[in-house]
């Protein structure tokens, strides 16, 4: 497999019980439509005890039955966001991290080098987000991070990013666990490149049916049509 090799998603997850959280951004082949998905996996009850909602414009993890939280520091948070010409999508609390650096003028690069990963140790859960930024004359870029401990004990965290021009049919899947394990194994290398369908519902079915039954949670899917700036959007609650 080469550097260029672009697979289904399906293709990439195959027969992978827990990638963890995974964020996609990429472009439609007919280059029509930005596309941004997020979706959530849990092991644990606390974990799984979630669904996406949608409120104020964002979208939030939230409690399935409230009744049931454990431990919400590392569950609960704003997912998805958007500032101006600016989509921010997170694994965590960074989403806000990002949002308020935006609305004080700073970059999402300058913001997240004020974060690392996450402290539920031994798995150091990596952060990833991506910001997509579209400009006045239909076109976009975006860009995915992954903040991860430099080694087992979490001494140090190391910082990566990437920026992409959009290309047609192609995007960039980024995930938080290469799979399954106590601890957890940490995402490694660069963003998988993934096929991009031009319809949404085939997309959303696509990364839905090829999660984990047991694991998968949560799943949020957005295209937004570049010449037109309508936003049509899928989202699939386990729990509901």
Known sequence: MNVYTTRQFKEIVEGNEYPGRGIIAGLTPDGSCAVNAYFIMGRSANSRNRVFKERDGAIFTEPFDASKVEDPSLIIYAAIREYENKLVVTNGNQTD??????????????TLLTRCFEPDAPNLTPRISSVTTFDDFGGFTYTLSILKSADAEGTACNRFFYEYAPLNGLGHFIHTYETNGNPLPTFSGEPRRVEIPDSIDDFTDEIWNSLNEENKISLYVRYTDLATGKVETRMINKNC
């Not at 991290?97 to 300058?110: A, R, V």
Request: hydrophobic share 20%.
């Open 97 to 110: 991290t990002i949002y308020e650096g935006l609305l004080s003028g700073k970059s999402e690069h300058d």
